[in-house]
């Protein structure tokens, strides 16, 4: 384990306790999350070093790794995704118009095991992907042809000529994260637009489920962040919010991943859900989230550099 002494994002040293966490998918391991006394982010503190954190992914219902179609909320998971990738590249297509002569280029890190990257070449853009799990970087390469790099892989980019770079639900566990950024920033094309997916803890459902909110998910999550960290931390390189979209999908399963957790904590308990607690407060957090300045559940930052 390893103990961050300054905030990542503002640098101040004053940390205050904020929750304490179960690691419920894996290691049933309890982590601390601080947060910082002067910009208010929050991180998971002391957190296990990079070349220990690959043991707390070792499991079968890790699904963006495995693929795995088991369980309930597993499989409404699946249905989702598809979905949820036909309008990411509807996005991207928005965002980059393509009429240019040649393709428009995209960067996914943390890539998983393609599918995006898979629906993105489908649509005629140049794709490369980034991904540290081994057994995702094989799915990839036997179910699509994709062959992602590993993370070292990034640094080695020297052309800033990339169209699109996406982080989809990745940034919360990115260790080394100023100098990703900074090399986002020199890799990404002038008028390039950098999409960053992630679980917003300032929501609705977040705030309702406290230390049983799913999204936490200590210890792969060492970083929780709002629109607020997100704005600060950019801002040093140069990148500036220009929208925010929501993820709706998200608020049902994390509510229901949340009902699980609680239900988790009795004794005895098998962990069933609370199929209607967990649907009714991913349908109020979306409804609340259009009303006040908390936030979805899960929010899309898309940025550009000044
Ligand atoms: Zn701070």
């Known amino acids: 384990m390893e103990t961050l002494k300054n905030c990542p994002v503002c640098n101040h040293d004053k940390l205050n306790p904020f929750l304490s966490c179960i690691d419920y998918t894996v290691s049933r391991e309890t982590f601390k999350i601080v947060q910082c006394a002067s910009c208010g982010f929050r991180f998971t503190n002391p957190r296990p070093e990079e070349k ?9 219902e890790y699904i963006s790794h495995s693929d795995t179609r088991k369980g309930l909320v597993n499989k409404l998971y699946q249905i989702v995704r598809n979905h949820t990738i036909k309008e990411k590249v509807k996005l991207i297509n928005r965002l980059i118009p393509n009429s240019q002569p040649q393709a428009p280029s995209l ?11 898979n629906a993105c070449k489908k649509d005629g853009w140049e794709i490369t992907g980034i991904e540290p799990s081994e057994i995702a970087r094989k799915n990839a390469e036997n179910k699509y042809g994709i062959t992602p790099f590993v993370p070292e892989r990034l640094f080695e ?12 639900h990745v940034l919360e566990h990115v260790y080394q994260l100023d100098k990703t950024i900074e090399q986002i920033s020199r890799i990404l094309a002038d008028d390039g637009i950098l999409i960053v997916a992630l679980p917003n803890c300032d929501s609705f459902d977040a705030r309702k489920y406290k230390e049983c909110w799913a999204a ?6 060492i970083f929780h962040f709002t629109k607020k960290d997100i704005e600060t931390l950019f801002k040093k390189y140069n990148f500036r919010i220009i929208e925010v979209l929501p993820m709706k999908f998200d608020s049902y399963y994390v509510s229901l991943l949340s009902e699980k957790y609680k239900n988790a904590r009795l004794p005895n308990a098998q962990g069933s859900y609370n199929l209607l607690s967990g649907f009714w407060n991913g349908f109020k957090s979306n409804l609340l989230a259009g009303k006040n300045e908390n936030g979805f559940s899960s929010q899309i930052y898309i940025l550009k550099q000044n």
């Open 52 to 60: 220990e954190i690959g043991k707390y992914y070792q499991a079968e």
């Open 216 to 221: 936490w998910d200590l210890p792969r999550h």
């Open 157 to 168: 980019i020297s052309e800033k000529k990339l169209n699109v770079i996406t982080l989809w």
């Open 107 to 117: 960067l996914d890190i943390g890539c998983g095991t393609g599918e995006f990257l």
